[in-house]
């Protein structure tokens, strides 16, 4: 090879080195509420390079009310519960099932049954993907505010529910807690435990998981069915660390989050962290909570009249919480909140004021920055990425 045919390759090699990847467009999915506005589960691309939300849908379905979605562990199907109720067009809770590109992220439906509940406001399926935990918050149903299970076959399609598990009421609160609210079903990192948290019960019940027996694939833990919070606190959310050594509540009522460890199915509570500063006085409303990607940050929101997104350090080894940062919302309601892959952006969906904010995030420090984006989206609930 000549001196200047191999400067000339080196120089094109360090020309493409010096390239950046093209960004990635990833499928984003966004449900929520719907009315006279709402349409149904959108389908945004969000660019992983800098943090935007495509400004308009590739892909609107039909749908009333799909207030959460949830993905397969192969994103080849999309669940969305309905969050029917009195006073809907359609009374009834349901829960839809979807077969979606993975490329593309577009869906398609697949089919639809009954909740067997009304409000039907989370789902989650089981470790070994043979099962949709549905929480019916509603508490009109019968039994009310109940969970159901609901298996799913091999092609995604959802069979009609084959168990229901209920609470009692706490009656700490005389106005939200008259009756058993379901609102959340997690499962414990090895799946063997499903654990049920119960806004209503002030409890979070737990279930030893058997996927062996079909038809009632879910018992009462013998030695702990369940574990009682502070009354009137209301759990809502729950999540593991990646080890299951640890779990973290979001108490809806109390505006905390309830500190947990966990070993076998047995859950210890080590104590609660506010959410809001000593000195706040308005109403308190925790929501969502979720781990960054690298498992080394908790972050939360809360709504009433705070609408803030809350970070906390873990430390790895007793599980407690460290506040890192608090940041506006920029919006009312802030019910549920996505990070991306790279834990750079994190977009949060205020639903009361009609809007879904990106923010810059330091993964290395867990700091919220920058707004990058406020996109309009009618009453958002949840938010999924299609390709991670």
């Not at 959460?68 to 969050?83: C, K, Q």
């Not at 229901?164 to 106005?175: F, H, V």
């Not at 997690?186 to 062996?212: K, M, N």
């Not at 779990?247 to 809806?252: H, K, N, Q, S």
């Given at each position: ?87 809907s067009p359609d009374p009834v809770g349901r829960v839809s099932a979807w077969a979606v590109n993975p ?286």
């Amino acid at each position: 090879m000549t001196g200047s045919l191999s400067r000339t390759l080196a120089a094109a090699l360090l020309v493409l080195a010096g390239t950046p990847a093209p960004a990635r467009q990833v499928p984003l999915l966004i449900g929520g509420y719907t009315d006279a506005q709402g349409q149904g589960i959108a389908l945004y691309r969000f660019d992983e390079a800098t943090g935007r939300i495509s400004p308009t849908p590739a892909q609107i379905a039909r749908a009333a009310n799909p207030s959460w979605l949830v993905l397969s562990a192969d994103h080849r199907h999309l669940y969305a519960v309905h969050e029917n109720g009195a006073g809907s067009p359609d009374p009834v809770g349901r829960v839809s099932a979807w077969a979606v590109n993975p490329a593309s992220g577009r869906i398609t439906p697949i089919n639809r049954v009954l909740a067997l509940g009304d409000e039907p406001t989370y789902a989650a399926i089981s470790h070994d993907g043979g099962y949709l935990f549905v929480a019916d918050y509603g508490g009109s149903g019968d039994p009310p505010g109940a969970l159901a299970v609901l298996p799913i076959a091999r092609e995604g399609r959802l069979r009609a529910a084959v168990q229901i598990k209920t609470g009692r009421a706490s009656l700490a609160d005389p106005t939200r807690q008259t009756s058993p609210h379901a609102h959340s079903a997690v499962s414990s990192p090895d799946g063997r435990f499903v654990f049920v948290q119960d806004l209503g019960a002030d409890r979070i019940y737990v279930y030893r998981h058997d996927p062996a027996r079909r038809e009632a694939p879910l018992r009462a833990l013998a030695d702990q069915p369940e574990v009682a919070l502070p009354p009137g606190s209301g759990p809502r959310h729950l999540v593991f660390s990646a080890d299951g050594r640890h779990a973290w509540a979001t108490l809806e009522m109390a505006g905390a989050i309830a500190v947990f460890d966990h070993d076998g199915g047995h859950l210890h509570l080590r104590g609660t962290v506010p959410l809001t500063p000593a000195d706040f006085h308005g109403r308190r409303s925790a929501a969502a909570l979720h781990l960054s990607p690298d498992g080394r940050f908790l972050l939360a929101t809360d709504r009433g009249t705070d609408n803030s997104l809350v970070s906390f350090a873990i430390d790895p080894a007793s599980g407690t919480l460290r506040p890192v940062d608090r940041h506006a919302t920029g919006g009312e309601e802030p019910r549920e909140f996505a990070l991306s892959a790279d834990g750079r952006f994190v977009l949060v969906a205020n639903q009361r004021s009609d809007s879904i904010s990106v923010f810059a995030r330091d993964p290395a420090s867990g700091v919220i920055g920058a707004t990058v984006q406020t996109l309009a989206v009618h009453q958002p609930s949840s938010l999924v990425f299609v390709a991670r």
